[in-house]
Nanobody, 119 residues
């Protein structure tokens, strides 16, 4: 069984920074793409950023130049450094990892962490 645990959310003022982390544990043979998504009530979950096993990255248009995704393969962890935060970044942030658990490949999601940007 695979579990993803997120940390690092909270309340921050506009212009501030936060760092999110998501660690996978359990039966892990290999991890492919890792990513972060966010969702606000009444809207669809949207892509924030993804990172491939080789390090290639992709970002949603609204966060380009402000957010940076990284991964630590030794710790099965994906991080999201969020700078210059805006009120419209307020959302529940979810990590997703595509993992081979020894039997097959599946997408696993974290429980979500709230990020609130407000003065």
């Amino acid at each position: 069984q695979v579990q993803l645990v997120e940390s690092g959310g909270g309340l921050v003022q506009p212009g501030g920074s936060l760092r999110l982390s998501c660690a996978a544990s359990g039966s892990i043979f290999s991890i492919y793409v890792m990513g972060w998504y966010r969702q606000v009530p009444g809207k669809q979950r949207e892509l924030v950023a993804t990172i491939l096993g080789g390090g290639g990255t992709d970002y949603g248009d609204s966060v380009k130049g402000r957010f940076t995704i990284s991964r630590d393969n030794a710790r099965n962890t994906v991080n999201l450094q969020m700078n210059s935060l805006k009120p419209e970044d307020t959302a529940v942030y979810y990590c997703k990892q595509r993992i081979h658990n020894g039997l097959g490949v599946g997408d696993y999601w974290g429980q979500g962490t709230q990020v609130t940007v407000s003065s």
